[in-house]
């Protein structure tokens, strides 16, 4: 069964300090893995995305994530979380040949000043 | 490019009445998604279309839930009749492909109260 796992449903941080919000995943195959910010009455925006190559990739805003394959993890962070991050994150993997991402219920990001 | 766009922003209704939500995607995607999130069950994808054929509808709910896209650049999403547990905001998204890693990118969504 393919699945996202994303363990804390809030993440509260002092700005200027690093966040780390967590995600797990299981699909089959080769894995696509993205992330999107929803800020309140928005849709959702895409921050950042791993195809293929360099584990770390770096997206929108200073947010970066980093693939572990043995793991099965993406976990997004920012070395300096500022208050506008505050907003709610969704990781979304995909298997190569789906057409669909899986959404879980994300995470809430609080920062505060 | 205006994004996906998305109609009405809002709407307002009294049960058992028919409800129509429009989306525009943006030009040159051959992909469409409908979802629908709610507080009590996040994001779920209803159904989407690629080269405007529906390819997955397991996640529309039941019969009173249809969707269309009748060209590349028109989709509609219709509940008739309309209950109050279909209150949610209902998302559209559109991609270049839905296969392969294609991200895609979200209209703002149009608030569904069903009285």
């Known amino acids: 069964a393919q699945s996202v796992a994303q363990p804390e449903d809030q993440v509260n941080v002092a700005e200027g300090n690093p966040l780390t919000v967590k995600c797990t995943y299981s699909?089959?195959?080769?894995?696509?893995l993205f992330w999107y910010v929803q800020y309140p009455n928005r849709g959702l925006q895409f921050l950042l995305k791993?195809?293929?190559?360099?584990?770390l990739v770096k997206g929108s805003y200073g947010f970066e994530a980093e693939f572990n394959k043995s793991q099965t993890s993406f976990h997004l962070k920012k070395p300096s979380a500022l208050v506008s991050d505050s907003a709610l994150y969704f990781c979304?993997?995909?298997?190569?040949?789906?057409?669909?991402?899986?959404f879980g219920k994300g995470t809430k990001l609080s920062v505060k000043p | 490019d205006a994004g996906v766009i998305q109609s009405p922003r809002h709407e307002v209704t009294e049960m058992g009445q028919e409800v129509t939500l429009r989306c525009k995607p943006i030009s040159g995607h051959n992909s469409l998604f409908w979802y629908r999130q709610t507080m009590m069950r996040g994001l779920e994808l209803l159904i989407y279309f690629n080269n405007n054929v529906p390819i997955d509808d397991s996640g529309m709910p039941e019969d009173r839930f249809s969707a269309k896209m009748p060209n590349a650049s028109f989709s509609t999403l219709k509940i008739q009749p309309s209950e109050p547990r279909d209150s949610a905001v209902y998302f559209c998204?559109?991609?270049?492909?839905?296969?392969?890693?294609?991200?895609?990118?979200f209209g703002p969504g149009t608030r569904l109260t069903v009285l």
């Open positions: 998204a559109s991609s270049l492909a839905a296969s392969g890693g294609h991200e895609q990118f």
């Open positions: 979304a993997p995909k298997g190569g040949s789906q057409g669909n991402l899986i």
């Open positions: 699909v089959s195959g080769n894995p696509y």
């Open positions: 791993y195809i293929t190559g360099d584990n």
